[in-house]
T-cell receptor, first 111, second 110 residues
Framework: EAGVTQFPSHSVIEKGQTVTLRCDPI?????LYWYRRVMGKEIKFLLH????????ESGMPNNRFLAERTGGTYSTLKVQPAELEDSGVYFC?????????FGPGTRLTVL | QKEVEQNSGPLSVPEGAIASLNCTYS??????FFWYRQYSGKSPELIMS????GDKEDGRFTAQLNKASQYVSLLIRDSQPSDSATYLC??????????FGAGTRLFVKA
């Protein structure tokens, strides 16, 4: 069974540009989560989808971040416009119940 | 006080020894607890989950939970160099949010 996949694995952009990250959860997992780890800090929750609905988006830093999960399958996280402090590793995870399975992450560098 | 606290380490143990990793949490109504292993540059990998007080064993790994003390630990028996990684404690809080600790770096010396 395929695990959680994320694309791209790395992204380097300039401040002010837009970047879209994609996550494909494990097939059949209704729950999809986005997390971010800034260097030297803990993994921080961003938001949680149940199917196509946003269950909890309290961790989204500001309105430059927009997450979607159309059709309840894959999800995208768009950062527009990107700022320097957005650099970090963005992880996606999926679960059917409590156990979350993480994707490989997207390392975002904003210059 | 952080919601989930771990000693950042590094914790260094010789090969074959028992590695003991500890975690405390602040939300008393937390019900689910997880240990993840993260190799450098890789994603967190779930290795243990525990939901009730006591011990849960899986191979060389034993998770221990004490809800009264708000404490969860991970023991790794017969530590191997391949166990060298950062171990993340994660807690599903009463608010149904998973909070991660900062992780403990473990080095197993051959």
């Amino acid at each position: 069974e395929a695990g959680v996949t994320q694309f791209p694995s790395h992204s380097v952009i300039e401040k002010g540009q837009t970047v879209t990250l994609r996550c494909d959860p494990i097939s059949g997992h209704d729950n999809l989560y986005w997390y971010r780890r800034v260097m030297g800090k803990e993994i921080k929750f961003l938001l949680h989808f149940v199917k196509e609905s946003k269950q909890d988006e309290s961790g989204m830093p500001n309105n430059r971040f927009l997450a979607e999960r159309t059709g309840g399958t894959y999800s995208t996280l768009k950062v527009q416009p990107a700022e320097l402090e957005d650099s970090g590793v963005y992880f996606c995870a999926s679960s059917q119940f409590s156990d979350k399975y993480f994707g490989p992450g997207t390392r975002l560098t904003v210059l | 006080q952080k919601e989930v606290e771990q000693n950042s380490g590094p914790l260094s143990v010789p090969e074959g020894a028992i590695a003991s990793l500890n975690c405390t949490y602040s939300d008393r109504v937390s019900q689910s607890f997880f240990w993840y292993r993260q190799y450098s540059g890789k994603s967190p990998e779930l290795i243990m989950s525990i939901y009730s007080n006591g011990d849960k064993e899986d191979g060389r790994f034993t998770a221990q939970l004490n809800k009264a003390s708000q404490y969860v630990s991970l023991l790794i028996r017969d530590s191997q160099p391949s166990d060298s990684a950062t171990y993340l404690c994660a807690v599903l809080t009463g608010g149904f949010k998973t909070i991660f600790g900062a992780g403990t770096r473990l080095f197993v010396k051959a």
